[in-house]
């Protein structure tokens, strides 16, 4: 694994947990943590058996099977590119990367290993929470009949005091993106992913809320105090946007960190001509879905605790009603990545799926600069 | 209409609105209000006809058909029996009567008038909610299978402060009861008709948490203002009860009014062999429905917006999803008891069911005065 | 009154209801209720004393003050207009007209009227649900500190059947528009009246999803029978766009009639830099506040039930608790204009608010045809 | 560790992971995990080094420290009793035993070891939610003021069917108890961890609902086939009474299996004269306040996320707004237990405690017994 920030934690605990409760065809082994700073200490933390500074040499080791890439997004490219060319499958966190261009080398780095039977995936764990998988079990069988229309918001409010310090993340050359790519790239591939349709092209707007914000003076990170001078924000607070989807349905989403009090949620509502379905991650084991079908009296929203043994990936955890977390989306997305490695098959998202998000992404960001006008995703 | 307290505001609405919207075989006209002060201005500002301070007169009075009992309990036996042997069809507001004893003179009182064709209510209005009349008839269709247990509770919260003054509701001598006949009142009945079971047998306990409270000074009602002296709380508090239904379930029953943060929560739970059911008053327009019949993945509550076409009484009203409030069951209780009179049938809840209720309430005084063992009600 | 559809059923209960409850300085009288056909039978039904077929001889009148009109959009302007020059205070239904120029013509009648003295008001009766006039309240007091973003939507469903008939409300040339204006402008008034904000540039987007529906046979209305021929739907079923508010807030909307299970549900969301709002006509007598100025540890969304005695409109009403439902905003309405047309002031939402939100529906249409660019309100 | 059933792994996650998560003054090592028969596929599977099958030999090993019981409650004095003399420390999971009698014993056994500095703890892991943890703070912090009344409700649904099958644990001989030692001994101890009180005095019943079940067949366990012969169900369905706490509150507990719809709802609500709260083990990441002395207009139930950094537990988990789940409590309850063992301090709950919450069992099925009188748990 390279990198070891929140995310190096979600991935370790992943791979810890994974084989504890799923019958893995492989045995899965934590073998190196590569870090520029302090992966020694992290290693010791999080269990894995060695650490190293240099991701390259590690990439050369023939005791290597599997990389997993936890680092920034602008190094996405370069790790995972090697990596498939030194012969290893690979996991990479999301976004694929922080530009179109190179989301596209990544793609074509991944066909062609593919063909080498080499397998590579990307970090989507949303799509790993029981009920959104179960979502997209009742949308393919047909429970919904047609879909007409999608609502998915990502709402954050980390950013509502204009005097929160000016912190990497808020800087377009270090972070990439702001909420659009950080958070909104979650609504766009959970919109696909559980409507089995892509977004064809977008109308949206991108926005700074607070333009200004106090540079951050001693320390660093969020801990960092605040200086009395002020920096320009430079990437998004908010996007908001319209999105037609291949099927024909039209999806309305947002990405924000300033909708004050809701924490982390990660909200869609998916409404067909046969049902609708209602997630929110605040409350990760419950899926609402309304049946249409039923007599008019008997009509309405069902909160489905989705923790029952025949559930999508609840089978090896724990007797019904008893609660699922975040972090159980990294054991599935290990067991599930391990599983198609064994079994010589193609693990979704795949590098084509994270470049298809990473383009709607980028269409968003020239609708908005061009007044909101409709720009094609394929373009 | 004798009495003009906030049930006698709730009363003339009903009397005022259900012809209105519902196809009435009768049309009745408001004729008096009777109260010993200031009748008269309530007369005018509800829009009764004439008032008087006398309802031995008004009950003799030929152009009056029906006499709606509004005043304290204690003085609902020898109007309603006057009413009655007067020909006069009676709706009583609940409770019946202040006693078992009362309660069977008025029953019986009842009866010899149905002989003579004059009608007799109680106005347990909760009955008419269209969330609990569809309840009720989801559990006669067969739709929750055998009903094993209930969880009937009515909280309130507006006794939390020990310096809450002594009003007269907290005396014995005045309130006959506390928080177990002013409110547990109607979980009992509601239980009863949700179920079409009786309550057959109680352990149970009441308690007053407050014992003294600063006796009222000048002023009166609740806008007195407190004394520095004290008095004993008569009533009680809370009750905490279990029931035996006929029907073989059992029942768990909470009145109190010191539930803090719930104001009006009248809730209801009934789970069954085939399904469940939840409501409450606080959110009236609603019904939890659970299926159990459907596969184990589909199971969950269902958020049944109970304002559609078909739904009990809704037909006249508004639009699906356009809601209704507290006062529109006295528009339906009045609907259905002139309807009942022009049929010559027999309004539920009767004077009967009331005394059922009042015999219940008084097992739970008993139980309680005698160590929380069991009382049969029919006793 | 003239007009007895829906909105006639609930204006009458408005009038009859509100001297019952308010201290109204002025005791309405409901004199005539005017309509082409069967007015006479809605008269009786609802309680006016006289009927008449032509409004024009009505509002000649010299007994007549008031002119409610709940007639459909169309016919607003010449009605309003005349009411107005021959002196009659106006309440009249939203959308104050089908098009802009209509409205710039009622509300330069209405202002005119208003140097005589002469009242006028749009129906905008959410504005007046207890819950909403305390979130304006809030808002106004600093609570949120400065609004950032607001998502406002209108979701309803009853379209979702592809074979629902093709009905009047479906028609541009009789409806004016679909979801849009019928159910979207409340979004935008209830926008505007709570941030106190305008919108005053938007981008957006209308569709229709099912383009073709059954022409009705036999029957009128929606109780018709399809006939196997099919017609265009040539209004809107969605709509969705963005705005810009006065104050510097992004505002998201929706207005939907496919938004399935949802039956009547207009939400509004305000996100500040102190704090935040939700409400849900689904569940009207709530409020959810968020203050973000709380310990971290004590931060989240609390549900206040609004039936206190202190808050909005309740003081008259039922005790803590007791809710109230759809209708009792058309009684606050009439007391509100009743007591404006007292004392002399105007009442709000005037023409000129209506006249606003007009142009805000105008200028969503036209971004929706010049591919959602942004379109400026005032233009 | 010795068993290993589904608490066997619950545990076996929260050794593996809580030192990965939680900066432990000890490293705890997964050294043997006993079992007389499969011990060594489990041990496998969850990770400990080695396997055995004589729990009485691993206790007389120098280099185990600490013993972990997760059998059935029946074998729970012996092993305990026996770890306690050979100077380990002991985790027993709840309940602490089947009798009182044992529990006294057990309890003797860890007041003589803990004097030779050995400590023993209890597994109530549900007080180690965050929330309820947080909850617990709240009510010592003062917030709720006096606590008035406790609701305090566990509720499963796994029995509505009469035709599920009789398996172990609705035999007496083998479960010791039904609804209530299993789900109500975790009411009781969250209710006297919260409240900081204790049941002094109990009345209630304990109820068989359905009285005769299928026999098991062909099979074992939950999986069997049904045979047609029919055998007793000899332990309680439900179980409903009421106690007083040592502070002056009245509490009101339920357990039952038959509470169609739900599926681990272990529910507690406190009403104090100054607020209240209310949690709900099936949405275990929020708990509800309600301050009481707010203004009126402000007051209302609030839906915290126990997700920020300054809440109990969380600092070393995932951002705000990131879920915990079931299995999470098993890790807090390992960090607890090894500081405790660290600091030379009693760790709570105590055996201590677990001997209390079986002398409550104990008291209500004494109670039940005897027509449910009151029955003190001291006694």
């Known amino acids: 694994m390279i990198g070891h920030g929140f995310m190096g934690a979600a991935h370790s605990q992943g791979w810890r947990v994974a084989p504890r409760f799923f019958d893995l065809p492989l045995q899965p082994e934590m073998a190196v943590l590569v870090g520029r700073t302090g992966a020694d200490a992290s290693a010791r933390k999080w269990g894995w058996a060695e650490s190293a500074t240099d991701w390259r040499a590690v990439i050369d080791r023939d005791d290597i099977d599997v ?20 012969g290893k499958h690979v996991l990479c966190e999301k976004p694929l990367a922080n530009t179109v261009a ?13 063909e080498r039977g080499i397998r590579s995936m990307v970090g989507f764990t949303y799509r790993r929470v029981p009920a959104t998988t179960f ?4 949308v393919a069988s047909g429970r919904l009949g047609q879909v007409r229309q999608v609502r998915a918001e990502y709402l954050q409010d980390w950013l509502i ?36 349709q892509q977004v064809t092209s977008v109308s949206g707007i991108i926005e700074t809320l607070v333009a200004e914000r106090p540079l951050l003076g001693e320390g660093v990170g969020l801990s960092g105090t605040a200086s009395s001078e002020r920096g320009a924000v430079t990437v998004d607070d908010v996007a908001l946007f319209t999105g037609r989807l291949s099927g024909g349905a039209l999806a309305s989403f947002e990405a924000s960190r300033f909708r004050t ?17 209602a997630f929110d991650l605040e409350r990760l084991n419950e899926l609402e879905f309304y049946d249409a079908t039923l007599p008019e ?27 699922l977390g975040y972090e159980h989306g990294f054991s599935h997305q290990v067991g599930d990545f391990v599983t198609a490695i064994h079994a010589g098959a193609q693990p979704r998202p795949s590098f084509a799926d994270g470049l298809h998000v990473q383009r709607v992404l980028d269409a968003v960001e020239r609708s908005s600069a061009a007044g909101s006008t409709w720009i094609d995703t394929s373009a």
């Open 67 to 86: 990389v997993d890439i936890v680092t920034p997004g602008d190094t996405h490219r370069e790790i995972a590119i090697a990596a498939l060319a030194a």
């Open 102 to 114: 190179e989301a596209e080398e990544m793609d074509a780095a991944a066909t062609a290993a593919a």
């Open 135 to 138: 979502a997209r079990d009742l």
């Open 161 to 196: 005091d204009p005097e929160a310090p000016l912190t990497w993340r808020l800087k377009k050359d270090l972070a990439g993106s702001g909420a659009l790519g950080d958070i909104g790239a979650h609504a766009i591939d959970l919109t696909e992913y559980i409507t089995g």
């Open 261 to 277: 009090g809701r924490k982390n949620a990660l909200r869609i509502e998916i409404s067909g001509s046969k049902g609708a379905l």
């Open 297 to 323: 009296t008997q009509l309405g929203f069902q909160r489905i605790l989705v923790t029952e043994h025949d559930h999508p990936y609840l089978a090896p955890w724990w007797p019904t009603g008893h609660m």
